[in-house]
């Protein structure tokens, strides 16, 4: 009996001022955390395939890089007018480097570097250029089409937004 | 009871003449957001059209723009400055390579440098299929400007901000 009470309790409260108060604090939480920290994204577009695939979902972790700077094969948030729409790439240079691809091979500072993470054929060709102070360089995991087709390049570490949670 | 009667019924005015007044006299910050989204729709098509019908939506996207429109795209080496006839022209010609398409605007940031012009940071999506169904993905920043004539905001320039330097 007493049971029973409790769960009709629960999903029946009464609209007292203490609970009003609590349901408005836990809306104000959730907003500011799935709003601000944790912000729910739909991943919409194949450049980041097969690592994350269209239609999928996520969370970007807006604290990521807090207390660190991205590195390398870091999968990172771009921001781009505000934050409804972001563009999702992987970190392959760091500010100082160089970056150059060679029949789709990635070489940094002319050292090779291995990219498990590409599953589809590329034959790029990118002259090398150097990576700006206070920028990273971004490319999308999926280089299966021409290279100007792709939208990749450097871009100022300010516009990082956050990290996917997975 | 009379006096909550009399309180509901007030408290139903208020929303109501709220409301209108909202509906009957819009913010400009509403007009600029509405030109935007006449673009929109205007450009978007979902199916193919015939002749006619592509230059009927060309002359209808160019009542947006004013006489002479600055166009600036860095990545592609476009410069310039475009009559509404050259802008009709170039806006049938892209809407012809696509059987379907769709454009949407995301993140408006409007500010008022000075009275009758406006300064908007947005993101602009372009998707949509060719008719050897290749999908189209495209998503950047834009920094647009309008221009008060007549009582009607239409669009004075357009600038594609690099987010990603090759």
């Not at chain 1, 969370?59 to 781009?80: E, I, M, N, S």
């Not at chain 2, 199916?47 to 939506?57: D, H, P, S, T």
């Not at chain 2, 998707?127 to 189209?136: A, I, R, Y």
Request: net charge positive; hydrophobic share 40%.
């Amino acid at each position: 009996m007493a049971g029973n009470h409790k769960v009709r309790k629960f999903f029946f409260p009464s609209f007292t001022g203490k609970f009003l108060i609590r349901v408005s604090i836990v809306a104000l939480s959730a907003y500011l955390f799935f709003g601000r920290i944790c912000v729910p994204i739909r991943i919409q577009g194949f450049s980041m395939e097969p690592t994350y695939r269209n239609g999928g979902v996520n969370f970007c972790w807006r604290l990521g890089y807090t207390f660190a700077q991205p590195k390398r094969y870091d999968v990172v948030a771009v921001g781009l007018a505000g934050r409804k729409v972001m563009l999702l790439k992987r970190v392959i240079a760091v500010e100082g480097e160089s970056v150059e691809f060679r029949e789709g091979k990635l070489f940094v500072d002319g050292q090779g570097i291995d990219e498990p993470y590409v599953r589809y054929p590329c034959t790029w060709n990118l002259s090398p250029r150097r990576v700006d102070p206070g920028c990273v360089y971004v490319v999308g995991d999926n280089r299966n089409m021409p290279i100007e087709n792709h939208y990749f390049g450097q871009t100022p570490i300010r516009r990082i937004m956050g990290v996917p949670l997975w | 009871m009379v006096k909550i009667k009399s309180l509901t019924i007030l408290l139903l005015v208020l929303i109501v003449g709220t409301c209108s007044v909202l509906y009957l006299f819009p913010s400009e910050e509403k007009k600029i957001k509405k030109q935007f989204a006449l673009l929109s729709q205007w450009a978007s098509k979902d199916q193919e059209e015939n002749i006619f019908a592509l230059v009927e939506r060309g002359k209808r996207i160019v009542t947006l723009f004013d006489e002479n429109c600055g166009l600036k795209v860095p990545p592609y080496s476009i410069d310039g400055r475009y009559t509404r006839e050259e802008i009709a022209a170039y806006a049938a010609r892209a809407r012809s390579q696509f059987s379907r398409l769709n454009l949407e605007f995301y993140d408006l940031n409007i500010s008022f440098p000075e009275e009758g012009l406006a300064r908007v940071s947005l993101t602009g999506r372009l998707t949509g299929e060719s008719p050897g169904k290749e999908n189209v993905n495209e998503i950047r920043e834009l920094q647009c400007v309008l221009k008060k004539i007549e009582g009607k905001w239409l669009f004075s320039e357009f600038e594609m901000v690099e987010v990603l330097k090759k």
